[in-house]
């Protein structure tokens, strides 16, 4: 029903930047919110940010002034700019995204490695 395909990881350096993106496909065309998660090696998914369809934004304390969540405006992408990147921020990268159609329906990307290293 709904893809969604994550692309911009890779290897930086510590206080480097990366901008990762993630595309929505599919029926659905109004999200409730859209998330960034990281899965670092050996850890459980937390998040990072999430952007609600009303554009209201959350961030987790850890990546407050440093990651910007962002949307286009057919609010079907949303992307995540990471400045100030340390080697704590390496993880696996994974979009959500949540909908509602008759009941809640949520759906996860496939991820994307960031690697933060010298």
């Known amino acids: 029903q709904v893809q969604l395909v994550e692309s911009g990881g890779g290897l930086v350096q510590p206080g480097g930047s990366l901008r990762l993106s993630c595309a929505a496909s599919?029926?659905?065309?109004?999200?409730?919110?859209m998330s960034w998660y990281r899965q670092p090696p050996g850890k459980q998914r937390e998040l990072d940010a999430s952007?609600?369809?009303?554009?209201?934004?959350n961030y987790a304390d850890s990546v407050k002034g440093r990651f910007t969540i962002s949307r286009d405006n057919a609010k079907t992408s949303v992307y995540l700019q990471m400045n100030t990147l340390e080697p704590e921020d390496t993880a696996v990268y994974y979009c959500y995204a949540r909908w509602f159609l008759i009941r809640v329906y949520a759906a996860w990307g496939q991820g994307t490695q960031v690697t933060v290293s010298s």
């Open positions: 952007i609600t369809f009303e554009g209201d934004t």
């Open positions: 599919g029926s659905i065309s109004r999200f409730n919110i």
